[in-house]
């Protein structure tokens, strides 16, 4: 079964500084890996995803992530915070087969706050 | 462009109350239809797929029960709440047409607390 660890409940940065969030999945095979960002109250906007090619993805607000097969993992990084990047950020593995009928599994998710 | 819309933003309803909360997207046909439920501190969890008008799948065995009578409208149903059912529900659509197009879009979700 597949499944996506999250270890950093919370994580705690400051304005301007760089961001990195972790997050390791177990999957049999090769996984589609996405992260979703969610503001209070609100639903989930995709950031980015991954499911071929080039390791290094680039998404929305300035965010990219680098997906390492041998590490299992799919961190999350920013050069450069920002306030509005306060949210909670979930980290999610999918697969195609049997046309991405399955659903994803997510992370449990980690707290981001911004100090000024 | 597609879009999903989820209703009501919020809800309260007594304990043993029913429960019928409602998903459904534009701009596409066949989509694939997820219900999700966030509850505190414990990320979200998968409650039901539907592939197909009345092709139901369900991942927990629960409380809830879900529908989908047209392609693309997805119901979330409960005869009678239970104080555990309190959370945060999210529908989403998938589109797996293809492997580039892969991915879920997320309603903005319902805030049910059950008293």
């Known amino acids: 079964a597949q499944s996506v660890t999250q270890p950093d409940i919370h994580i705690t940065v400051s304005e301007g500084a760089s961001l990195e969030l972790r997050c390791n999945y177990s999957?049999?095979?090769?996984?589609?890996l996405f992260w979703y960002v969610q503001s209070p109250g609100q639903g989930l906007q995709l950031l980015l995803k991954?499911?071929?090619?080039?390791?290094l993805v680039q998404g929305i607000k300035g965010f990219e992530a680098e997906f390492k097969r041998s590490q299992s993992s799919f961190n999350l990084r920013k050069p450069s915070v920002h306030w509005s990047d306060a949210a909670e950020y979930f980290c999610?593995?999918?697969?195609?087969?049997?046309?991405?009928?399955?659903?994803?599994?997510f992370g449990k998710g980690t707290h981001l706050i911004i100090q000024p | 462009s597609q879009t999903i819309h989820q209703w009501p933003a919020t809800l309260v309803q007594p304990v043993g109350s029913p429960l019928s909360l409602e998903c459904t997207v534009e701009?596409?046909?066949?989509?694939?239809l997820y219900w999700y439920r966030q509850a505190a501190g414990r990320g979200l969890q998968l409650l039901f797929y539907?592939?197909?008008?009345?092709?139901i799948s369900s991942e927990v065995p629960q409380n809830l029960s879900a529908s989908r009578p047209q392609d693309r409208q997805f119901i979330l149903s409960s005869k009678k709440l239970l104080l555990s059912d309190s959370g945060f529900y999210l529908c989403?659509?998938?589109?797996?047409?293809?492997?580039?197009?892969?991915?879920?879009?997320f309603g903005s979700g319902t805030r049910l607390t059950v008293v």
């Open positions: 991954y499911f071929s090619g080039d390791t």
């Open positions: 989403a659509w998938g589109d797996s047409g293809t492997p580039s197009n892969y991915g879920y879009t």
């Open positions: 999610a593995v999918g697969s195609y087969s049997g046309g991405g009928a399955d659903g994803l599994t």
């Open positions: 999957y049999g095979a090769t996984p589609y």
């Open positions: 701009g596409t046909s066949n989509p694939n």
């Open positions: 539907s592939v197909g008008i009345g092709q």
